[in-house]
């Protein structure tokens, strides 16, 4: 009976140590994303290059989390609840690390738009789009610490309003880049970031399905809602 309280104990200090770990992806995650938004409006290029330096944590970080949960289910083989608690840890890591990733994508087109000097950009405004990303991140994150279901539902549901912004942001783009030939290559690369945006709010509904699956055994049945219709650009 000791060894068994024993072994459970142990497992419970490393489940702690993973979940975490993962909080403080997570935290990371959101933190490169803010910046590089709030960048995108200021275009500062050491912060740009701060963000782009910056990814190598997240890397690393992720590739820690990896190897601790193959540690945790070498040595503790968890079954059921125990082992999605695993399962769910490197799932959403992986989701975060690419998170990321479009963070820097963000950056680096950012500095591509900051050097051209083109201050007759397109009017449009894609900052709004960016801060409900950023909120899903942080109540997805707030659900997955709390195992709270219903906030992760309300997550899962909020990306039809992002892709709705992402929509008509792609259309005043397109637009502006017809009106006048010199915004084409600065318009190609808000086209990309916007669609950054776009894929960091489905990668918060991804977290909001580990959620979900983590406590209820099964991803959402029923189908998530999508509006976005425009072409299948990735930005990675």
């Given at each position: 009976?000791?060894?068994?309280?024993?072994?459970?104990?142990?497992?419970?200090?490393?489940?702690?140590?993973?979940?975490?770990?993962?909080?403080?992806?997570?935290?990371?995650?959101?933190?490169?994303?803010?910046?590089?938004?709030d960048a995108l409006a200021t275009?500062?290029?050491?912060?740009?290059?701060?963000?782009?330096?910056?990814?190598a944590k997240l890397d690393d970080l992720e590739a820690t989390i990896h190897e601790k949960a193959l540690e945790v289910i070498?040595?503790?083989?968890?079954?059921?609840?125990?082992l999605r608690q695993v399962l769910v840890a490197l799932k959403i890591a992986t989701i975060l690390e690419r998170t990321g990733d479009y963070a820097r994508n963000i950056a680096n087109r950012t500095?591509?738009?900051a050097q051209a000097s083109n201050?007759?950009?397109p009017g449009v405004n894609i900052g709004r789009m960016g801060q409900v990303a950023q909120q899903m991140l942080h109540d997805v994150m707030r659900a997955?610490?709390?195992?709270d279901v219903d906030l992760a539902l309300a997550?899962?549901?909020?990306?039809?309003?992002?892709?709705?912004?992402?929509?008509?942001?792609?259309?005043?783009?397109?637009?502006?880049?017809?009106?006048?030939?010199?915004?084409?290559?600065?318009?190609?690369?808000?086209?990309f970031i916007a669609k950054n945006i776009e894929r960091i709010g489905d990668y918060a509904t991804g977290i909001a399905e580990q959620v979900h699956?983590?406590?209820?055994?099964?991803?959402?049945?029923?189908?998530?809602?999508k509006a976005d219709r425009t072409s299948k650009v990735v930005g990675v």
């Amino acid at each position: 009976m000791e060894e068994q309280q024993h072994i459970s104990t142990a497992f419970d200090k490393d489940l702690l140590a993973l979940n975490e770990m993962v909080q403080a992806l997570g935290s990371l995650a959101i933190a490169q994303f803010e910046t590089a938004i709030d960048a995108l409006a200021t275009q500062h290029v050491k912060t740009l290059d701060q963000i782009i330096s910056n990814d190598a944590k997240l890397d690393d970080l992720e590739a820690t989390i990896h190897e601790k949960a193959l540690e945790v289910i070498a040595l503790r083989s968890p079954h059921a609840k125990d082992l999605r608690q695993v399962l769910v840890a490197l799932k959403i890591a992986t989701i975060l690390e690419r998170t990321g990733d479009y963070a820097r994508n963000i950056a680096n087109r950012t500095k591509v738009i900051a050097q051209a000097s083109n201050e007759n950009i397109p009017g449009v405004n894609i900052g709004r789009m960016g801060q409900v990303a950023q909120q899903m991140l942080h109540d997805v994150m707030r659900a997955y610490d709390q195992h709270d279901v219903d906030l992760a539902l309300a997550v899962w549901r909020r990306d039809i309003e992002v892709d709705h912004m992402h929509t008509a942001f792609y259309k005043e783009v397109l637009a502006s880049m017809a009106r006048d030939p010199n915004l084409v290559a600065t318009g190609a690369h808000l086209l990309f970031i916007a669609k950054n945006i776009e894929r960091i709010g489905d990668y918060a509904t991804g977290i909001a399905e580990q959620v979900h699956f983590l406590v209820r055994g099964a991803v959402p049945e029923d189908s998530r809602p999508k509006a976005d219709r425009t072409s299948k650009v990735v930005g990675v």
